[in-house]
Nanobody
Framework: VQLQASGGGLAQPGGSLRLSCAAS????????MAWYRQAPGNERELVAT???????TYADFVKGRFTISSDIAKNTVSLQMNSLKPEDTALYYC?????????????????WGQGTLVTVSS
């Protein structure tokens, strides 16, 4: 199983970016997907989560500005980021709680994407 994140880049304050993350491999189901971020010198922090039942939660610092969505059929999760601020600058990581199969073995595991850089600057 692999997670591939994309969509990072440079945005001006007040601008928008959309991140996407696609999971691939021998996936049976995905229970939860999430976005985290890590700014230089800081701990990795949770940004938003979404369940297989389409229930989403947000960190206070992005509420009203970011929207997480998922496409279960395509095993993808997206993060629409609006009204970006310089303090949103960070590496953004997607995470998925996956039920997968390897041969005859059914297992559950959490996977992380490689990180995509978001820079908000004028």
């Amino acid at each position: 199983v692999q997670l591939q994140a994309s969509g990072g880049g440079l945005a001006q304050p007040g601008g928008s970016l959309r991140l996407s993350c696609a999971a691939s491999g021998s996936i049976l189901s995905i229970n939860n997907m999430a976005w985290y971020r890590q700014a230089p010198g800081n701990e990795r922090e949770l940004v938003a989560t979404i369940t297989s039942g389409d229930i989403s939660t947000y960190a206070d610092f992005v509420k009203g500005r970011f929207t997480i969505s998922s496409d279960i059929a395509k095993n993808t999760v997206s993060l629409q980021m609006n009204s970006l601020k310089p303090e949103d600058t960070a590496l953004y990581y997607c995470k998925a709680d996956v039920q997968a199969v390897a041969g005859d073995i059914l297992y559950e595991r959490t996977y992380w994407g490689q990180g995509t850089l978001v820079t908000v600057s004028s």
